[in-house]
């Protein structure tokens, strides 16, 4: 053995065994780095969730996407790997962070050591605000072009008629509008009730992320046809009977409400009623019939109740009875004489302005004098003088007091008071 190992061509060989043995060592790490290094890829993994820790219960955090694209590098086997299998984790940790503005890293988790892993955006600006909640009315949306022709929302009602908002703090503060909002095919023409969904908006009607509790409510929407409310005149037509003098006639009705088309309605700002005097005997309440103006659907009330006072004369005989035995009180007694058919002027009116008799109908009263039977008797129709003072009037609906110029030893008293008229350009 010692003359073995004392050979040099034994040692030669032996150390040239061990370089050849070391080279090829060598040579296939330098081979297989060679051959790693070429397998390594670069992939993306789109739209994973990011996680948020925080206080949810008394925080909001607003700027953190709900999704971002991963960028990740290395060894084909892991990068296939970690797409397959997605047990890999993003998140932003807010737990320690005041109230306020930051800028904070997306972080990772589970991903190999041996993958580069880049997100896409690496950081994100985000906003930590209180958490309040608060209580808001909410507002019926609805467009009325829903409506079918000629027909009006009257009411509308919504249940619960306030809902509670939670939110961050700031964004609370810009609530601008709470609406329940109308969906519905156009020509709604009667009443009905839907579930409306509520939107939250700013003033510049921008909708806001906030939490609605409710999310829908009840609506129930009155909807009929269009109407007015218009006043009622009474109109006197005929001649009352003979020795029958029409003092008063009231009504116990002051408007009703008409229906039908717009354009119909809108034109009319009176409901004339004409009562037939020469059908009226005596005093008392009577019901008269409303007629309904052309073009008008129907009337609130189909009649309405009126109150006749009147003053019979005494017959002939009577008169003639009451004159022998008080022949000397007679000239001193007191009666009513009634003139129908009084026509009212109008005085002042400006030359370039023209005027129509609204009530009385066709500028037509009836005229009372009281006073004593012989000055009655001397009182001629070109006597006396009916008119209205339009001096100052102007275009439009004009109110004026009756006014009456006659002998000064009788009481006069017409049958309206006032007249209505409708003034326009001549």
Request: charged content about 30%.
């Amino acid at each position: 053995m010692d003359r073995m190992m004392n050979n040099p061509w034994l040692l030669r060989i032996i150390t040239l065994t061990f370089a050849i043995l070391l080279f090829v060592s060598v040579k296939s790490d330098i081979e297989s780095d060679n051959q790693n290094s070429s397998s390594k890829t670069i992939d993306m993994i789109r739209e994973v969730p990011v996680e948020i820790y925080y206080d949810d219960e008394n925080l909001v955090v607003t700027g953190v996407p709900d999704t971002v694209d991963v960028n990740i590098e290395g060894p084909t086997q892991l990068v296939t790997s970690a797409k397959i299998m997605k047990d890999y984790k993003l998140f932003v940790d807010l737990r320690e962070l005041p109230i306020g503005e930051h800028r904070v890293a997306i972080s990772n988790e589970n991903f190999s050591e041996k993958l580069k892993v880049r997100t896409d955006p690496v950081y994100v600006n985000v906003v930590i605000e209180e958490r309040i909640t608060q209580e808001f009315k909410v507002d019926l949306d609805m467009n009325e072009n829903l409506l079918a022709e000629n027909y009006v929302l009257k009411s509308s009602s919504v249940e619960p008629k306030t809902v509670t908002i939670t939110g961050a703090k700031s964004i609370i503060q810009s609530i601008g509008y709470v609406k329940a909002t109308i969906s519905s095919e156009k020509g709604i023409n009667k009443t009905f009730e839907q579930q409306a969904s509520v939107r939250v908006l700013d003033l510049d009607l921008n909708k806001l992320d906030v939490s609605v509790e409710p999310r829908t409510v009840q609506v129930k929407l009155t909807v009929e046809e269009y109407s007015k409310e218009v006043p009622i005149s009474i109109v006197r037509k005929g001649t009352p009977k003979a020795g029958l003098t029409i003092n008063n006639i009231s009504k116990d009705t002051e408007t009703v409400r008409i229906y039908g088309p717009r354009a119909t309605v809108d034109k009319i700002d009176r409901l004339n009623v004409d009562v037939d005097v020469s059908k009226i005997e005596k005093a008392g309440t009577f019901d008269v019939k409303l007629t309904q103006p052309e073009g008008i659907t129907r009337i609130s009330q189909e009649k309405i109740e009126v109150k006749v006072d009147v003053t019979e004369a005494p017959s002939t005989t009577e008169a003639e009875e009451t004159v022998k035995e008080e022949d000397t009180s007679a000239s001193s007694e007191i009666i009513e004489k009634s003139f129908p058919g009084m026509k009212i002027a109008i005085k002042g009116l400006p030359e370039e302005l023209e005027s129509k008799f609204n009530v009385p109908a066709d500028g037509v009263v009836v005229l009372v004098g009281k006073g004593t039977a012989e000055a009655l008797e001397k009182v001629q129709s070109g006597d006396i003088s009916i008119y209205v003072d339009a001096q100052n009037s102007e275009v439009g609906e004009a109110i004026l007091p009756i006014q009456i110029d006659g002998p000064s030893n009788i009481e006069w008293q017409t049958s309206e008071s006032e007249a209505k008229l409708t003034i326009i350009e001549a």
